[in-house]
């Protein structure tokens, strides 16, 4: 039962985490999130996860916000897109155009052929993850809060596959 798993790993996290003196937080409350990226110090939001670009409900969003004591530290987004039988390309094609229009023209090249025979159906997208310098020095807070937030996934999602857009140097960490 992969659910369980899921809540045993984000207990073991939230534990970890909790020793560090920190607590994590979820929401749906999309007006409330610009805010919240202010206040930890990121000063952006991506497109495909930004509440003032996207029409997200309750069920297809939400945000993991990252605590030491009242302050927020960290956060992270997660999304929920039901392709069903659409061509993973074509979805991303479209909304990556949109979301992220190339002065050249197209904003994605090739995709994968083995990608879009294999990447259909119920799609999490996990992005704008950040986590405060004075947290982040410490590689395991941040690895303890996305396995959090993939157990949250997890538990709140029946998804087919979950991705990120991950920088080369951030893969280096």
């Known amino acids: 039962m992969q659910e369980l798993d899921a809540v045993r790993v984000a207990a073991k996290c939230l534990t970890h985490l909790s020793d560090a003196g ?3 937080s979820g929401t749906s409350d999309f007006d409330a999130i610009a805010p919240a990226i ?3 110090g990121k000063d952006y939001l991506t497109p495909k996860l930004s509440p003032v670009e996207n029409d ?22 997660a999304r929920l897109d039901c392709l069903e039988n659409e ?5 991303w094609r479209r909304t990556y ?5 190339s002065p050249k023209g197209e904003t994605i090249g090739r995709v994968s052929k083995a990608l879009v025979e ?6 999490v997208y996990t992005g704008d993850l950040f986590v405060a310098p004075q947290v982040s020095r410490n590689i395991r807070i941040t690895r303890l809060f996305v396995l ?7 538990t ?9 857009i991950v920088r080369d140097s951030d893969l280096a960490r």
């Open 22 to 24: 920190l607590t994590v």
């Open 38 to 40: 202010d206040e930890m």
């Open 56 to 77: 997200f409900t309750e069920q297809s969003a939400f945000w993991l916000l990252l605590k030491k004591e009242s302050d927020i530290v960290g956060g992270v987004g």
């Open 87 to 91: 061509p993973v390309d074509r979805y």
């Open 97 to 101: 155009a949109r979301q992220y229009p």
């Open 118 to 123: 294999q990447v259909s159906g119920r799609l």
């Open 148 to 154: 959090t937030l993939f157990s949250v996934n997890r």
């Open 156 to 164: 709140k999602w029946h998804f087919d596959w979950i991705y990120a």
